[in-house]
């Protein structure tokens, strides 16, 4: 089992990166998660989770441990694949996908695409324990604004998809936008504050 790669990036974006190490150049899918992380790098260590079927041998790379082990969790849930887990950390951080675990946010879940409401509590229903005992501070009243901004995010996400901007640039416009201004209250608000980051 590889538990990690580490070498040089010669090809990256935001869904999968190629690290060349030892001759070799191994392919890994990545979430929007970990590509933030690694984009500006040319060298990296990147932690690997092996998916290993007849047909096929999937190498998956994070950046941190704690996305890897919800990574994990996360495909060990019935109806939850490789493909839709990796959807999934690309659309929420690996804090608010334990915050909507934990706080029993089902509606956080259902905005991702392959997750229907019975995929969403059946999640809730069997990682909550797990989610934890894995550690880290359990958010008490996180969720609520947490699942608003998380709306919000992707409803302006959205948008900026429809106005042909990359996914990664849109995702980090809104980042930096929600970072300086995180009182934003309206999806029109956040868009333009985006725009201006792209500007």
């Known amino acids: 089992m590889i538990a990690y790669i580490k070498g040089h990036i010669t090809f990256k974006s935001p869904t999968r990166i190629i690290v060349e190490t ?4 191994y392919e890994l899918m990545v979430s929007l998660h970990t590509y933030a992380q690694v984009e500006k790098l ?7 989770h092996e998916v ?3 047909d096929s041998h999937t ?11 919800l990574f994990a ?24 996908v334990r915050a909507a675990i934990l706080g029993e946010h089902d509606q956080a879940f259902s905005k991702v695409k392959g997750i229907g409401p019975k995929t969403a509590r059946r999640l809730i229903l069997e990682l909550k ?8 501070p359990a958010p008490a009243a996180l969720p609520a604004t947490a699942m608003a901004d998380h709306t919000l995010r992707q409803e302006a ?21 929600l970072r300086e201004k ?15 980051q792209l500007g």
């Open 22 to 25: 030892g001759g070799v150049g």
């Open 59 to 69: 190498l998956y790379g994070f950046a941190t441990d704690e996305e890897r082990r």
């Open 129 to 136: 324990d797990k989610v934890a005992k894995a550690g880290g």
């Open 73 to 96: 969790m996360l495909i060990g849930v019935s109806g939850v694949g490789p493909a839709t887990a990796q959807l999934l950390l690309s659309s929420m951080t690996p804090d608010e």
């Open 157 to 177: 996400l959205a948008a900026l998809l429809a106005l042909q901007i990359p996914r990664a640039q849109a995702q980090k416009a809104l980042n930096k936008a």
């Open 182 to 196: 995180p009182d934003v209250d309206s999806v029109e608000g956040l868009i333009k504050l985006a725009l201006r």
């Open 52 to 54: 290993i079927r007849e």
């Open 42 to 48: 040319e060298t990296v260590k990147i932690l690997v």
